[in-house]
């Protein structure tokens, strides 16, 4: 009986010594499935923004800031996180590149806002089609801190849409908000 249970602890340690060997193919094979599952779904993203693009085809070219805009009330630098539908904060805009997030630089004229985006395309929102201005926490894939989000209402065409900011200095929200609103009720008192 001894002579069994040396021999078996014998095979059991021989059997710990020597591990499988690694099935090169089968490792490969997932990795390369791995790798198609990811590129098929980026692809389906894709072309779900393409898409939808497609879809709100119907908006109208954006409007050009004008050639003499009048003197500056107020700047901003900032970031620019897009456009939804207004009263819809996830029912993002894409078309015409409003869905493009980038760097902002905004200017408020008497004219209107003209909204700057490097690397995206820059579009002027005429004063007659400002909406409203308020302070938000979210817009379409970005949340903030209550009030850390300056949304701009405005129509474009036939729909109204919101476009969220945030300055590069959040206290220069409320000011934003306020001579907006203010500019918006002037506007509307002139019509």
């Known amino acids: 009986m001894t002579t069994l249970t040396h021999a078996s602890a014998a095979y059991t340690a021989a059997e710990q010594k020597s591990a499988e060997v690694t099935d090169w193919a089968a490792r490969i094979g ?16 894709r072309e779900g923004w393409k898409w939808r693009g497609t879809l709100q085809g119907d908006l109208p070219e954006l409007p050009g800031a004008p050639a003499e805009p009048g003197p500056a009330k107020l700047t901003m630098s900032g970031r620019y996180h897009g456009s939804t539908t207004a009263g819809q904060w996830l029912d993002r805009i894409v078309a015409h590149g409003l869905g493009t997030r980038s ?5 408020l004229t008497d004219a209107g ?10 579009f002027f929102v005429p004063a007659a089609q400002l909406r409203e201005a308020r302070l938000d926490k979210g817009i379409a894939g970005k949340v903030l801190t209550e009030g850390g989000l300056l949304v701009v209402t405005w129509a474009h065409g036939d729909k109204l849409l919101d476009s969220g900011f945030r300055s590069d200095h959040a206290a220069e ?9 203010q500019m918006i009720k002037q506007t509307e008192g002139a019509r």
């Open 30 to 45: 997932w990795v390369v499935g791995l790798l198609l599952f990811i590129a098929l779904v980026y692809w389906l993203m």
């Open 103 to 107: 760097r902002v630089e905004l200017t």
């Open 113 to 122: 806002l003209d909204v700057v985006r490097p690397g995206a395309t820059d």
């Open 173 to 181: 929200h409320t000011e934003w908000v306020d001579t907006l609103n």
